[in-house]
């Protein structure tokens, strides 16, 4: 057993100077890898012939041996060459996924063949298999809440025999029936205390209600309408210059997955950068991942250069960060940890130096605006 020791608890220290820094992956970078992935024997070991091409970004902060982009979420770069497929896995972590090149067909279950920009998630304990059933090598990036949970010790995953599409689950149980005559969440005892503070069962904390997270996918082809690509499409109402893909299973927290959104957003050729000089904070860590036009970003007062195809932490936890696009405009994939500060009631959001401190979900929150900094209508 270890020694425990004491140190200055947290309501004691200072919170400024802890965010890890920004990051940029350039493409050429990301390209180097994957063809180096493409020349290797795939990772054996693995309860398949084929295995995976994969490998993760690591921050020079990720100290503890978990490779990861920010303290929340690892990016995985993943490849298949044609006619390669993963061995059938399952976890605990909720995954966000992207192709970069080729084309592929995802097994979860249904199949479906996803595209390039193509954005899919793999729900928490769901069997996934992937499969380049194109002619060309397959790229995705594959964006995972592992790190935290291998960090909390809450993490579980396992591989399983070739072939395996679904493990069975247990059959829904009627609460009417002999075994639902025994304590369920519909049944357990609760009291309602003087102070209206309440006391509830056991069975509450096991018997959670399901709330159905079946894959999801949205195709570019779909989405593209919507968002302004080309010049001229800022006077269309039908595009807006930011798109949530928002899974109903995360309900108020506006998520992708339990744990991430993703956006797609950015704006049309020849559209005025944003003028100001000062950027917005919020307490969710963003990657951004750059499909159209170039520009550069300043966050915590750092200037960083980006382009299509660069992945870029762009802006850890409350670090100040404004982007600024060049005459192409840009089009970004945008991924944070949102929903997960949703869920812990931790969602600090601060749109301009000097205004209140918003703390999204708890009180009224951010109005008026289309995307950052723009009077929306
Ligand atoms: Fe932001």
Redesign the pocket.
């Given at each position: 057993m270890p020694e425990f020791g004491f140190a200055t608890p947290s309501a004691a220290a200072a919170v400024a100077d802890l965010p890890w820094a920004p990051l940029l992956v350039p493409k050429e970078a990301i390209e180097r890898e994957v063809d180096r992935l493409l020349d290797e024997a795939p990772v054996t070991g693995l309860r398949d012939a084929t295995g995976l091409r994969a490998a993760s970004v690591v921050h020079p902060r990720a100290i503890d041996g978990i490779p990861s982009l920010t303290p929340v979420t690892e990016v995985t770069i993943h490849v298949l060459k044609p006619g390669e497929r993963t061995p059938p896995r399952r976890g605990n972590h909720a995954l966000l996924e992207t192709t970069v090149s080729g084309e592929g067909t995802v097994h979860m279950g249904t199949a479906f063949r996803v595209e390039r920009h193509d954005v899919w998630t793999v729900p928490p304990m769901q069997v996934y298999s992937h499969h380049n059933t194109g002619r060309t090598p397959w790229v995705w990036l594959c964006y995972s809440n592992a790190p935290l949970l291998r960090r909390s010790g809450g993490y579980w995953a396992e591989t399983l025999p070739a072939g395996t599409l679904a493990v069975p689950r247990k059959p829904a149980v009627s609460v009417t029936g002999e075994l639902g005559a025994r304590y369920n969440r519909l049944n357990a005892p609760t009291h309602r205390l003087a102070t209206a503070a309440d006391l509830r069962g056991y069975e509450y904390l096991t018997d959670i209600e399901p709330v159905a997270n079946p894959p999801r996918h949205w195709a570019w082809k779909d989405m593209a309408p919507y968002l302004p690509i080309h010049a001229g499409c800022n006077n269309d109402p039908a595009k807006r210059n930011i798109w949530l893909l928002y899974n109903p299973a995360t309900e108020r927290r506006q998520g992708t997955t339990p744990v991430h959104f993703a956006t797609y957003g950015g704006a049309a050729p020849g559209t005025p950068p944003y003028a100001g000089a000062r950027?917005?904070?919020?307490i969710?860590a963003?990657i951004n991942y750059h499909i159209r036009g170039y520009g550069h970003s300043i966050v915590g007062g750092e200037r960083i250069d980006w382009k299509a195809g660069d992945l870029l932490f762009?802006?850890p936890g409350w670090v100040e960060?404004?982007?600024y696009h060049g005459a192409e405009g840009w089009t970004v994939l945008?991924v944070?940890d949102h929903p997960l500060h949703i869920a812990m009631g931790s969602l600090l959001w601060q749109e301009n130096p000097g205004d209140p401190i918003l703390s999204l979900g708890n009180e009224d929150g951010q109005k008026g605006y289309v995307s950052?900094r723009q009077t929306g209508a």
């Open positions: 950027g917005h904070v919020h969710s963003s762009s802006a960060h404004a982007h945008t944070q950052p």
